[in-house]
């Protein structure tokens, strides 16, 4: 992986993690307006779609940008339906979801055998 694509995943998931923390702290500033949103279409998208590491890189990514919109459209209506809008429960509930998927990729990681010819060289 090349160094400037390395420095634009630590950018964009540092804004993605500055978003939810202008949000969670109810910081009123113009950023969070750009920050928040980025957070919450990118965290889940990025979750699911590492779930889809090993196939094709176009399938991953679209899977993901339709199920971060499912989760969050599935959430926003959840919260009005049970009468409990609040937009900070709402991105820390994307925070525990993502987190989760995470989670959930790390556990499951591809057991690979070791052959002896690969061993002894």
Not at 15 to 22: H, I, N
Not at 62 to 74: D, F, I
């Amino acid at each position: 992986m090349g160094t400037s694509k390395t420095v634009l995943i630590g950018v964009v998931g540092a804004s993605c993690v500055a978003g939810a923390v202008l949000a969670l702290a109810d910081v009123q500033t113009p950023a969070r307006l750009i920050l928040t949103p980025l957070f919450l279409l990118l965290a889940p998208g990025v979750a699911i779609a590492g779930l889809l590491r090993d196939r094709d890189p176009l399938s991953a990514l679209t899977v993901g940008l339709a199920a971060s919109l499912a989760v969050n459209v599935l959430l926003a209506e959840a919260m009005l339906l049970f009468d409990a809008w609040s937009p900070r429960a709402g991105v820390a509930t994307v925070a525990v979801v993502s987190a989760f998927l995470v989670i959930l990729r790390q556990l499951h990681r591809p057991r690979t055998r070791v052959t002896p010819a690969q061993n002894s060289g």
